[in-house]
């Protein structure tokens, strides 16, 4: 059983910085490649980064490279997302998910099978 829990979301101010969290109550949480994802109002959810099992890899986004950076710790089930130098256009519903295949940590969502409930980053300018 995998349940995801996002959390760290909340109103910032442009050029800021936030830290999400997203925390697995399952046993299995060093099992899966994490990714997140991102959907702003009226748009497609996208993705945003992707890490593998170890965390010894990741993607990201070209929209993020260089200003978010995703990590994990398998000893607390837990993936982040620092986020820096954030900008009004960073502004939507973070997710996070879990894939089966353990070794995709890619932009496809339909690559992965648990979703948290989301997180609301507000960016202001």
């Known amino acids: 059983q995998v349940l995801l829990v996002e959390s760290g979301g909340r109103l910032v101010q442009a050029g800021g910085s936030l830290r999400l969290s997203c925390a697995d109550s399952?046993?299995?949480?060093?099992?899966?490649?994490m990714g997140w994802f991102r959907q702003a109002p009226g748009k497609e959810r996208n993705f945003v980064a992707g890490?593998?099992?170890?965390?010894?890899?990741?993607y990201y986004a070209d929209s993020v490279k260089g200003r978010f950076a995703i990590s994990r710790d398998n000893a607390k089930n837990t993936v982040y997302l620092q986020m820096d130098s954030l900008k009004p256009e960073d502004t939507a519903v973070y997710y996070c998910?879990?894939?089966?295949?353990?070794?995709?940590?890619?932009?496809?969502?339909?690559?992965?099978?648990?979703w948290g409930q989301g997180t609301q980053v507000t960016v202001s300018s």
């Open positions: 890490i593998s099992r170890s965390g010894s890899s990741t």
């Open positions: 998910a879990a894939s089966l295949d353990s070794y995709y940590y890619g932009g496809q969502s339909r690559k992965y099978d648990y």
């Open positions: 399952g046993r299995t949480f060093s099992m899966h490649a």
